[in-house]
């Protein structure tokens, strides 16, 4: 595709719902990331894959989050039993090839829980 | 562990004003260091970026040099335009990118 893209654009979840958010990567690419950003904050890192595999999970904040990338393309973040801090803003990005060149970034979802 | 720090905001500026945004860094190693902007309702976009010491990243009129000496990468502009108005974020990159807490930027015609 032109770019990446994530879906919903908006999500709005009671306390204690799970939510999943997607995200397509560019075509192509062999990298996928997922950041959190806060309101008034810059991005932080959440996880990265390379094709399938998910090499890094760091910024997983709890075992509440979860990601996959099971045909190494589209991805899903998924955020179990929702807490109020985890309104934020998720954002994802795609590479060609690793963390070390230009990663491309969707518009993001903004998930509001309640 | 790695950090950047970036000047808070909002600026407001008139247009064809001259901006400087203040960003300094706290890393180990060399890492290279970038700025990213994220116009309304967009995705967040590369605007420039330096990979070593005395590098001079520039794009769209802005430029910012890596500075090692001060740990620093200011961005600058001679002549901003009401179209520059969005949220920069500094940012490095060792094992992954690190960014700042965003400065936001109006410009008024």
């Known amino acids: 595709g032109a770019g990446v893209s994530q879906s919903p654009r908006y999500k709005v979840a009671k306390r204690g719902q799970d939510v999943a958010l997607r995200c397509d990567p560019i075509s192509g690419h062999v990298s996928l990331f997922w950041y959190q950003q806060a309101l008034g904050q810059g991005p932080e890192f959440l996880t990265y894959f390379q094709n399938e595999a998910q090499l890094d999970k760091s910024g997983l904040p709890s075992d509440r989050f979860f990601a996959e990338r099971p045909e190494g393309s589209v991805s899903t973040l998924k955020i179990q039993r929702t807490q109020q801090e985890d309104s934020a803003v998720y954002l994802c990005?795609?590479?060609?090839?690793?963390?070390?060149?230009?990663?491309?970034f969707g518009p993001g979802t903004r998930l509001t829980v309640t | 562990g790695d950090s950047v720090t970036q000047m808070e905001g909002p600026v407001t500026l008139s247009e064809e004003a001259c901006l400087t945004i203040n960003c300094t860094y706290t890393a180990t190693g060399y890492p290279s260091l970038f700025w990213y902007v994220q116009y309304p309702g967009e995705g967040l976009q590369l605007l420039l970026k330096?990979?070593?010491?005395?590098d001079k990243g520039s794009n769209k009129g802005f430029e910012a040099t890596y500075r090692k000496e001060t740990t620093s990468f200011h961005l600058e502009k001679g002549s901003v335009q009401v179209s520059d108005s969005a949220v920069y974020f500094c940012?490095?990159?060792?094992?992954?990118?690190?960014f700042g807490k965003g400065t936001r930027l109006h410009i008024l015609p």
């Open positions: 990005a795609s590479s060609l090839y690793g963390a070390g060149v230009e990663q491309y």
């Open positions: 940012a490095l990159r060792s094992d992954k990118i690190i």
């Open positions: 330096a990979t070593k010491a005395d």
